[in-house]
């Protein structure tokens, strides 16, 4: 353990100074944070992380998340000393500016070393728990005998609001349950949040609740000297059962002569009068900003010699590895690169022609089945909800603590955590998914929308999608989540008709590589139709004509989604009883349809034909694109109610009838206009 010296005092104020020059130039930012918790960032990269800055996807790299996103010209300051491909000139003296590197909060892909996007508090040290649970995964599953290839760990800072939100103590809880002791974090009690005093709205003692989650805890009070905070690293690490939450009290603004433990070294920038007397205070050259002193930049980059050297003992490591077990060998390195197995989609499933009715859940479970079968990656599990939402990879073994080579997993009632493990998992080799009912997508939708800001082709399975669901009620009846996920950019959301769509939405979803899929599934059955009328393309394209008018282009056309579909193909049979030529039109996904060169769209939806109903039931919101000005929306324009789903249907008009008498008024005022 390294004693600290002159030039560890230097490094620390050299992320301290970069900080307050870029928040000031920017005039908009948090210099507090980075300034108080530098010492921190200091020992975790020149010290104790297993990095390298030369190659920052490095596999066995450990992983540093800042969950306190807004500190994040601590990250970039870090980054940039100990040599990752960040410049100085175009990132972090053009912190907040367009095209730069270095956003107001981290983004991953945006520089190299940004594990994951933050700024959403408690969304990082959440997605940490993926990320620290996905390496446990890992190992189970490929180290083998003296060749420990997957052996690193998950280094994370949280702040005071990391702690207060609720997502952060359901993945905290779920953390500590499964023993995760790959899984360390620093809690930044720093005493201080917008409104001021951290003690206006939070006096709960966090080491106790931490305890009680099952982590080890240390506090290490305030003033802590280098060695200190390495040592207390090191006991974390010696600590292979349990996750870990390292205390410690830091003074934000810390050296800020006027501002220091104040609110007003939060959210501002510090102003130009008080960056120069911080910096006259530690005894720092005032007249050049973002200086960085030549001994300070050589100490930092002596991580690029030290991490080449870890990488090279793993590479070794892993040679060994492979002429032990070339096909295990193998199979990481394909999981690494992010490739799917060659052939896994040759034959995805068809299902025959048939009027029983089978819940899209079901067949849900039917093809994953087969996608497990093929994508061994694939992990997932549910909100406590598995025997509904039927997501269970049948044979494969749960995960479980000090057991971690199943694929199934119990996220408990903690519908939020488990969106941010589900992309903590797969931003971390697996595919990960995640199930809940419909309804309560409204507890996870920020980690959703990180998945969807990410990139992230995580997958997210829905069932109980409608008043279907039956007696359960309105809180239970899912109306305005179709059309709110649907506005969210980046993500597709996926609404199959029944067996054939929902086989090829799971290739769709698992084939994604850069954006999450919603898979919507129903509760009540929907028939089952001709293979051959469901192209292969429908959920890439979005639409398809499923049934065509008998004779002659189409009068009236029907559009719906999922459970609706089979009772617009019933009232097409009414209006084609009555000579209305009648097309039925599948909407899987909306916004892959949105997507499609005008061509398509007016291939499917012939501007010439301007009858059209649209029938979901759900919310209409962004169903009048669809119909134009003489159609008509059928759906919910009010809650649900308690009743059987055919009494629902019926009561709410999702009838034959009523779809065909709405198509006759769209034929008049078509034909009047």
Not at 202 to 212: H, I, K, V
Not at 428 to 447: E, L, P, Q
Not at 626 to 649: C, D, H, K, N, Q
């Amino acid at each position: 353990m390294e004693s600290a010296t002159a030039l560890d005092g230097l490094c620390v104020d050299t992320i301290r100074t970069l900080s307050m020059d870029a928040v000031q130039k920017a005039n908009s930012g948090h210099p507090g944070t980075p300034m108080a918790l530098a010492p921190l960032a200091y020992v975790l990269f020149t010290r104790v992380m297993r990095h390298n800055p030369r190659d920052p996807r490095w596999p066995d790299r450990d992983r540093f998340v800042l969950s306190c996103g807004h500190a994040s010209m601590l990250l970039y300051s870090s980054l940039y000393l100990s040599g990752y491909d960040v410049s100085l000139e175009d990132d972090i003296e053009r912190f907040r500016q367009l095209g730069s590197g270095a956003a107001g909060h981290p983004e991953y892909g945006h520089l190299p070393g940004i594990e994951v996007t933050t700024g959403p508090l408690g969304q990082g040290i959440s997605h940490a728990v993926g990320m620290a649970l996905a390496e446990r995964m890992l190992a189970a599953r490929f180290n083998r005998g003296p060749h420990p290839v997957v052996d690193h760990r998950t280094f994370v800072i949280a702040s005071d609001g990391d702690l207060e939100e609720g997502i952060s103590g359901e993945a905290s809880s779920l953390a500590g349950h499964l023993g995760l002791g790959r899984l360390i974090a620093f809690y930044d009690n720093n005493h201080i949040s917008i409104e001021g005093d951290t003690a206006l709205a939070f006096t709960e003692d966090a080491a106790q609740r931490y305890e009680a989650y099952g982590w080890q805890v240390q506090n290490l009070g305030e003033d802590i000297p280098l060695d200190r905070i390495e040592e207390a690293l090191a006991n974390a690490i010696a600590v292979e059962d349990r996750p870990s939450l390292i205390i410690v009290r830091t003074h934000i603004g810390q050296g800020s002569p006027h501002k220091q433990d104040t609110a007003a070294a939060h959210g501002s920038p510090l102003g130009e009068d008080e960056v120069k007397l911080t910096k006259e205070a530690i005894g720092w050259p005032t007249l050049e900003p973002f200086y960085v002193p030549p001994e300070a930049l050589a100490h930092f980059r002596r991580a690029i010699e030290r991490g080449a050297e870890l990488q090279s003992q793993w590479e070794r490591r892993f040679e060994g590895y492979r002429d032990a077990d070339p096909e295990l060998a193998a199979e990481l390195e394909r999981m690494i690169r992010g490739e799917l197995p060659e052939g896994w989609d040759a034959q995805v499933p068809r299902f025959d022609a048939s009027g029983t009715m089978t819940a899209t859940r079901k067949s849900s479970h039917t093809v994953l089945q087969w996608a497990a079968a093929k994508v061994p990656e694939l992990v997932g599990g549910s909100a406590d909800l598995t025997p509904s939402t039927l997501t269970r990879i049948d044979d494969a073994g749960d995960v479980e603590a000090g057991s971690y080579g199943g694929r199934n997993l119990h996220f408990g009632i903690r519908e939020h955590a488990m969106g941010a493990i589900v992309n903590g998992l797969t931003l971390h080799y697996f595919r990960g998914y995640g199930s809940t009912f419909f309804v309560f997508s409204d507890y996870m939708r920020g980690s959703v929308r990180l998945a969807a800001v990410m990139g992230l082709p995580s997958i997210f399975v829905y069932t109980h999608d409608s008043i279907g669901l039956g007696e359960d009620g309105p809180t239970h009846q899912p109306i305005e989540h179709l059309a709110g996920l649907r506005a969210m950019p980046g993500l597709r959301v996926v609404r199959p008709a029944g067996a054939n769509e929902m086989a090829l939405a799971w290739h769709y979803a698992i084939a994604s590589e850069d954006h999450p899929t919603a898979l919507v599934c129903s509760r009540q059955g929907v028939p089952t139709w001709d293979p051959d009328a469901v192209p292969a393309d429908s959920i890439e394209r979005g639409a398809y004509v499923l049934r065509d008018a008998a004779d002659g282009p189409p009068g009236t056309i029907l559009i719906s989604t999922g459970t609706e579909v089979h009772i617009c193909n019933s009232a097409a049979d009414l209006l084609e009883s009555e000579g209305v030529a009648t097309r039925v039109v599948s909407m899987p996904c909306m916004e892959n349809f949105a997507a499609q060169p005008p061509e398509y769209r007016d291939e499917v939806l012939p501007p010439s034909c301007r009858a059209r109903v649209s029938v979901e039931a759900a919310s209409t919101f962004g169903w009048h694109r669809w119909v134009g000005e003489w159609g008509e929306t059928i759906g919910m324009e009010s809650f649900g109610a308690s009743a059987p789903a055919g009494v629902l249907y019926k009561h709410f008009g999702f009838t034959p009838e009523r779809i065909a008498e709405s198509a006759r008024r769209t034929l008049q005022r078509a034909g009047a206009a």
